[in-house]
């Protein structure tokens, strides 16, 4: 790749690559609010200005280039920090300054705002501007954001974002000179399904989320990278927790994956972390006609005495799962039942989905599949489908032991009638259910933010994700109860943390082969082999207007 | 006595002149074109280059150079667009030639649409000149009902239409890359240049975007013997006549069509009269509201792109505003920052936040609130303009603040010295 230099140190760059971009690929720290590297350039907040001392002929630019506009070439010269460059970047900084209003304390944006950041390091403490400064006024531009354009810059961000990104047009700059605003047109609110990305690359206060404002300072916020969970496209995110509360989700980028982008949908399901209400707190087992808190030993115990007891032979035990599930649990239950009961009988269900298909590269990111590993599901082999032939079979048969992993088959109530006259059913779960209602043993699990593991994607990428907030006290990561249960029941395997079981995984599924957990990184890695899915369905997206 | 050098003005100064396409090709319209269609674009792109005329739309950039940045075999169509969204204050030169002798300036766009392959020529005019859309509309019916547009005009095997196309009253659509946006339909707003218009313009296509007057004249340069005696008009780099528009306190304003040898001196005395009821001087805006102002002792010197850029000015659009003794330059800037405050297409920071500044500040002279801060504080923001914007509208809002602010400081200091 050619070369040019940044502050003498050398920065190799695409072709057709601007500086700016080449330049905080290395690091560098050049101020800017209207590039952003998805959408067009227009170079009109000025700020990213930078002195290009050789132009690549010998020759010094005549005066400060913007970065985000200036090609880089072979041979450049540039200066990102030098006298010139700060009085250059002061007084644009000046000039947004001057009608913006300096209400940080009560800003929500306060604390992630480049302008306040540039303020800082730019601004003269003292403003020469004595007259009233522009008012704008706040408008309701849809549910999931607030509009304040009082605070606005007028970097087009976001009218860019609704024109190139989402292609919905509904937003738009109106008026012109001093004037010029940002709001919707014909006064309508926005409909799109990603208005919460306009908060994210609203550099100033102006676009805020409804859903978080004026719920925390954002420097309290603890983060953690993970992914959303809200559809297969595993789009990754950062989990943004204080004491133990998760406040939102914030797309992370990964250009293989989601780029910059999060849709509204999967910035909801923050919700659901902080759920307690329904939440299964301890370990349930039926004591007489109800279910009562036990220990987890009396919980194993017990599980394991019923099944000395039952002796159920390979068909009469039926594990079932949804896709909720992490790579590692789905492969933990496959092997209990496969090494305890020489089964195979483990079904998921495996409804049709859409895919979109569209010119706007972020509709593809909302699948209507709602779980996050139906992929890795696939890849194990797992079996599903409530039509399934051999599921059919198995539940018709004889049924002594029932494992069920998450809230499978929630709406097939003549499943659930044959399996509640079951001798032993065992329900691992986050959430109460009507499987943990009929259950005899009730194992409390953990929350995708309070656990690690691995999910495949719709694009066979697998991801991981980290612990970001604590588990409530009695429970466990589905991964250690099935290990701890299988060792229960006697069986060799024992699994102490998630790396361990992952590498377990690639020795026995074939469609893991040649990857390892080290291997994930931020990222994931995509699977060598592709496994086919019957239930994909690709639909051309309209764009609504 | 200075008399006008007429060229484009040839059958406008003629009172019996018929503006139609009969009268046109009475006085010998169209023969350039024919011609034109005898010899290859790139001879009319060197010819046009030879006779070394400069854009008459205010930066006097060289046309044929222009041209001769056309992408070529893009595999795409390229496209001349005739900048007629004339609206530079003090500039009325567009407009005469469009009502007066449409048919010189289409016949110029139809050499120009040759040269650089264009077969579709779009002419975007302003939205307010009623008149002029007219005629420019009822020129272009006569053209093809005589088959000298569409298909295969005078046998040349070239096929051309144009396009009458209006804006809609935003100074910012003068400038080439705005024009652009607004003639594809979107927001007037000027684009990041590079890439320049030549290279990706109307519709991401190579096109070229040229003044009227620029375009008015190629006629004359393929007339017989043109390029030298349009030449011989100016001196070196600043060939050919070129349309003065003087207005202000002289007793005979008007537009004249003047060689490029003539000092502003001459241009003042002898073809506008004289400053109105015998006063004196005080100064001259020399090329449109953005060129920075000159005082009456500057004033001799020749009226051309160099001559003016040598003394720190400009010729722009050769809009020359005169003001005598008894103007008040304070109000005089109000006027002007208030134009570009109100035209400013407000994308970029220090034009749009700089511009309405500037014009608070200017406003509170008037309101006996000056102070010497204040005038400090009036530069420096006019100075904090200049050069930072994305196109030349904040260059032009800042020269006519610095320019005034310096050579006339005392006008200021009397505003907060007697209140």
Redesign the interface.
Same mark, same amino acid.
């Given at each position: 790749m050619p070369v040019f230099q940044i502050d003498g140190e050398p920065v190799e760059y695409e072709p057709g690559e601007k500086v700016l971009s080449a330049a905080l690929r290395c690091g560098k720290i050049i101020p800017h609010y209207c590039y952003h590297p998805g959408m067009s350039i227009v170079a009109t907040c000025r700020m990213c200005l930078v002195d290009v001392i050789d132009l690549g002929n010998g020759r010094p630019a005549p005066k400060l280039q913007t970065a985000c506009s200036v090609d880089a070439t072979a041979g450049m010269k540039i200066e990102t920090f030098n006298q010139k460059v700060e009085e250059g970047r002061k007084l644009v900084n000046e000039f947004l300054l001057i009608n913006h209003p300096l209400d940080c304390p009560i800003c929500d944006q306060s604390g992630e705002c480049t302008l306040q950041d540039y303020s800082f390091k730019y601004g003269s403490g003292k403003s020469e501007m004595d007259y009233s400064k522009r008012v704008n006024g706040w408008r309701d531009i849809g549910t999931f954001v607030a509009l304040e354009r009082n605070r606005c810059i007028q970097c087009s961000r976001c009218d860019r974002f609704t024109r190139e990104i989402t292609g919905t047009n509904e937003f738009g700059m109106f008026n012109r000179g001093h004037e010029l605003a940002v709001d919707t047109y014909t006064d309508r609110p926005m409909t799109n399904k990603f208005q919460g990305n306009m908060a994210d690359i609203c550099p100033v206060g102006a676009i805020t989320e409804k859903e978080f404002r004026f719920k925390r300072r954002v420097w309290k916020l603890k983060k953690n990278h993970s992914i959303c969970t809200g559809c297969s496209t595993g789009c990754n995110v950062t989990i943004e927790h204080d004491r133990n509360e998760v406040f939102r989700l914030k797309p992370h980028e990964n250009q293989n994956v989601n780029k910059w982008w999060l849709c509204d949908e999967g910035r909801l399901t923050y919700r659901k972390m902080n759920e307690k209400k329904s939440r299964i707190n301890q370990p349930l087992g039926l004591i007489g006609e109800n279910l009562e808190g036990i220990s987890w030993e009396k919980a194993y115990g017990a599980i394991a005495e019923r099944i000395r007891e039952l002796k159920p032979l390979p068909q009469e035990v039926l594990a079932l799962t949804d896709t909720h599930a992490s790579n590692e649990e789905l492969f933990l239950i496959q092997k209990l039942l496969k090494e305890g009961f020489s089964s195979e009988n483990i079904f998921c269900p495996f409804p049709t989905w859409e895919q979109s298909e569209s010119d706007f590269f972020i509709n593809t990111l909302i699948t209507t599949d709602k779980t996050p590993n139906r992929a890795g599901a696939l890849a194990l082999h797992i079996k599903g489908d409530q039509k399934n032939k051999k599921l059919k079979k198995v539940i018709e048969g004889e049924l002594k032991v029932v494992f069920v992993l998450g809230n499978p088959f929630e709406n097939e109530l003549e499943f659930k009638e044959i399996i509640k006259r079951t001798q032993l059913v065992i329900h691992i779960g986050v959430f109460h259910n009507s499987w943990s209602e009929m259950a005899d043993v009730v194992l409390p699990g953990q929350f995708y933010s309070e656990k690690e593991g691995t999910y495949t994607n719709k694009n066979q990428r697998v991801q991981s994700t980290e612990i970001a907030v604590k588990a409530l006290r009695r429970t466990r990561p589905e991964w250690q109860i099935i290990s701890e249960l299988s060792q229960a029941l006697g069986h060799k395997s024992s699994f102490e943390s998630i790396p361990q079981v992952f590498n377990a995984m690639v020795q026995e599924a074939k469609a893991f082969t040649g990857i390892s957990f080290d291997k994930i990184g931020s990222f994931g890695i995509e699977l060598t082999k592709n496994t086919k899915d019957p239930g994909k369905k690709v639909v051309p997206e309209m764009t609504a207007i | 006595m200075l008399e006008e050098t007429l060229v484009l003005f040839k059958n406008i100064r003629n009172p019996k002149y018929d503006k139609s396409l009969a009268g046109y090709k009475k006085t010998g319209g169209f023969k350039s074109l024919k011609k034109v269609f005898g010899m290859k674009p790139e001879e009319v792109v060197q010819e046009v280059k030879e006779s070394g005329v400069r854009g008459r739309g205010g930066a006097g950039f060289p046309t044929g150079l222009k041209w001769s940045f056309m992408a070529k075999g893009t595999g795409k169509p390229s496209y001349l667009v005739a900048n007629a969204d004339e609206s530079e204050p003090g500039t009325c030169k567009d407009r005469e030639l469009m009502l007066k002798d449409p048919h010189l300036f289409l016949e110029g766009l139809m050499i120009g649409s040759y040269a650089v392959g264009c077969h579709h020529a779009y002419v975007y005019v302003r939205g307010e000149f009623f008149p002029a859309i007219k005629t420019l509309n009822a020129a272009v019916d006569e053209l093809y009902a005589d088959g000298l547009l569409g298909h295969d005009p005078l046998g040349s095997g070239f096929n051309l239409d144009i396009t009458i196309h209006t804006g809609a009253g935003?100074y910012?659509c003068g400038e080439e890359t705005a024009l652009l946006d607004s003639l594809e339909g979107k +927001?007037g707003q000027p684009r990041?240049k /590079?890439p320049f218009p030549a290279v990706s313009g109307f519709n991401g296509c190579p096109t070229s975007v040229n003044n009227v007057e620029t375009l008015a004249c190629l006629p004359f340069i393929f007339s017989d013997g043109g390029v030298e005696s349009f030449k011989s008009f100016g001196p070196q780099n600043n060939s050919g006549t070129h349309l003065v528009s003087l207005s202000g306190h002289v007793n005979s304003p008007g537009v004249y069509e003047l060689r490029m040898d003539v000092s502003m001196k001459d241009i003042i005395y002898e073809i506008g009269g004289g400053i109105r009821n015998g006063k004196k001087l005080k100064g001259v805006i020399p090329g449109g509201s953005s060129s920075p102002v000159m005082k009456a002792d500057e004033i001799d010197v020749l009226y051309n792109f160099d001559d003016l850029a040598k003394i720190g000015t400009m010729m722009g659009s050769a809009a020359m505003m005169v003001f005598d003794e008894d103007t008040d330059v304070v109000k005089l800037l109000h006027r002007i920052t208030r134009f570009y405050? &109100? !035209?400013?297409?407000? @994308?970029?920071? /220090?034009c +749009? !936040?700089?511009? &309405?500044?500037s014009r @608070?500040i200017v406003r509170d002279f008037l309101n006996g609130n000056g102070s010497e801060e204040k005038l400090k +504080?009036l530069d420096r923001v006019g100075g904090?303009m200049l050069?930072?914007?994305?196109c030349a509208l904040g260059d032009a809002a800042a020269l006519p603040i610095q320019s005034i602010v310096n050579k006339f400081p005392e006008e200021f200091r009397n505003y907060y010295a007697t209140t």
């Amino acid at each position: 790749m050619p070369v040019f230099q940044i502050d003498g140190e050398p920065v190799e760059y695409e072709p057709g690559e601007k500086v700016l971009s080449a330049a905080l690929r290395c690091g560098k720290i050049i101020p800017h609010y209207c590039y952003h590297p998805g959408m067009s350039i227009v170079a009109t907040c000025r700020m990213c200005l930078v002195d290009v001392i050789d132009l690549g002929n010998g020759r010094p630019a005549p005066k400060l280039q913007t970065a985000c506009s200036v090609d880089a070439t072979a041979g450049m010269k540039i200066e990102t920090f030098n006298q010139k460059v700060e009085e250059g970047r002061k007084l644009v900084n000046e000039f947004l300054l001057i009608n913006h209003p300096l209400d940080c304390p009560i800003c929500d944006q306060s604390g992630e705002c480049t302008l306040q950041d540039y303020s800082f390091k730019y601004g003269s403490g003292k403003s020469e501007m004595d007259y009233s400064k522009r008012v704008n006024g706040w408008r309701d531009i849809g549910t999931f954001v607030a509009l304040e354009r009082n605070r606005c810059i007028q970097c087009s961000r976001c009218d860019r974002f609704t024109r190139e990104i989402t292609g919905t047009n509904e937003f738009g700059m109106f008026n012109r000179g001093h004037e010029l605003a940002v709001d919707t047109y014909t006064d309508r609110p926005m409909t799109n399904k990603f208005q919460g990305n306009m908060a994210d690359i609203c550099p100033v206060g102006a676009i805020t989320e409804k859903e978080f404002r004026f719920k925390r300072r954002v420097w309290k916020l603890k983060k953690n990278h993970s992914i959303c969970t809200g559809c297969s496209t595993g789009c990754n995110v950062t989990i943004e927790h204080d004491r133990n509360e998760v406040f939102r989700l914030k797309p992370h980028e990964n250009q293989n994956v989601n780029k910059w982008w999060l849709c509204d949908e999967g910035r909801l399901t923050y919700r659901k972390m902080n759920e307690k209400k329904s939440r299964i707190n301890q370990p349930l087992g039926l004591i007489g006609e109800n279910l009562e808190g036990i220990s987890w030993e009396k919980a194993y115990g017990a599980i394991a005495e019923r099944i000395r007891e039952l002796k159920p032979l390979p068909q009469e035990v039926l594990a079932l799962t949804d896709t909720h599930a992490s790579n590692e649990e789905l492969f933990l239950i496959q092997k209990l039942l496969k090494e305890g009961f020489s089964s195979e009988n483990i079904f998921c269900p495996f409804p049709t989905w859409e895919q979109s298909e569209s010119d706007f590269f972020i509709n593809t990111l909302i699948t209507t599949d709602k779980t996050p590993n139906r992929a890795g599901a696939l890849a194990l082999h797992i079996k599903g489908d409530q039509k399934n032939k051999k599921l059919k079979k198995v539940i018709e048969g004889e049924l002594k032991v029932v494992f069920v992993l998450g809230n499978p088959f929630e709406n097939e109530l003549e499943f659930k009638e044959i399996i509640k006259r079951t001798q032993l059913v065992i329900h691992i779960g986050v959430f109460h259910n009507s499987w943990s209602e009929m259950a005899d043993v009730v194992l409390p699990g953990q929350f995708y933010s309070e656990k690690e593991g691995t999910y495949t994607n719709k694009n066979q990428r697998v991801q991981s994700t980290e612990i970001a907030v604590k588990a409530l006290r009695r429970t466990r990561p589905e991964w250690q109860i099935i290990s701890e249960l299988s060792q229960a029941l006697g069986h060799k395997s024992s699994f102490e943390s998630i790396p361990q079981v992952f590498n377990a995984m690639v020795q026995e599924a074939k469609a893991f082969t040649g990857i390892s957990f080290d291997k994930i990184g931020s990222f994931g890695i995509e699977l060598t082999k592709n496994t086919k899915d019957p239930g994909k369905k690709v639909v051309p997206e309209m764009t609504a207007i | 006595m200075l008399e006008e050098t007429l060229v484009l003005f040839k059958n406008i100064r003629n009172p019996k002149y018929d503006k139609s396409l009969a009268g046109y090709k009475k006085t010998g319209g169209f023969k350039s074109l024919k011609k034109v269609f005898g010899m290859k674009p790139e001879e009319v792109v060197q010819e046009v280059k030879e006779s070394g005329v400069r854009g008459r739309g205010g930066a006097g950039f060289p046309t044929g150079l222009k041209w001769s940045f056309m992408a070529k075999g893009t595999g795409k169509p390229s496209y001349l667009v005739a900048n007629a969204d004339e609206s530079e204050p003090g500039t009325c030169k567009d407009r005469e030639l469009m009502l007066k002798d449409p048919h010189l300036f289409l016949e110029g766009l139809m050499i120009g649409s040759y040269a650089v392959g264009c077969h579709h020529a779009y002419v975007y005019v302003r939205g307010e000149f009623f008149p002029a859309i007219k005629t420019l509309n009822a020129a272009v019916d006569e053209l093809y009902a005589d088959g000298l547009l569409g298909h295969d005009p005078l046998g040349s095997g070239f096929n051309l239409d144009i396009t009458i196309h209006t804006g809609a009253g935003a100074y910012i659509c003068g400038e080439e890359t705005a024009l652009l946006d607004s003639l594809e339909g979107k +927001r007037g707003q000027p684009r990041v240049k /590079p890439p320049f218009p030549a290279v990706s313009g109307f519709n991401g296509c190579p096109t070229s975007v040229n003044n009227v007057e620029t375009l008015a004249c190629l006629p004359f340069i393929f007339s017989d013997g043109g390029v030298e005696s349009f030449k011989s008009f100016g001196p070196q780099n600043n060939s050919g006549t070129h349309l003065v528009s003087l207005s202000g306190h002289v007793n005979s304003p008007g537009v004249y069509e003047l060689r490029m040898d003539v000092s502003m001196k001459d241009i003042i005395y002898e073809i506008g009269g004289g400053i109105r009821n015998g006063k004196k001087l005080k100064g001259v805006i020399p090329g449109g509201s953005s060129s920075p102002v000159m005082k009456a002792d500057e004033i001799d010197v020749l009226y051309n792109f160099d001559d003016l850029a040598k003394i720190g000015t400009m010729m722009g659009s050769a809009a020359m505003m005169v003001f005598d003794e008894d103007t008040d330059v304070v109000k005089l800037l109000h006027r002007i920052t208030r134009f570009y405050a &109100h !035209e400013s297409c407000g @994308q970029c920071t /220090p034009c +749009r !936040e700089g511009t &309405h500044w500037s014009r @608070q500040i200017v406003r509170d002279f008037l309101n006996g609130n000056g102070s010497e801060e204040k005038l400090k +504080r009036l530069d420096r923001v006019g100075g904090n303009m200049l050069g930072t914007t994305l196109c030349a509208l904040g260059d032009a809002a800042a020269l006519p603040i610095q320019s005034i602010v310096n050579k006339f400081p005392e006008e200021f200091r009397n505003y907060y010295a007697t209140t």
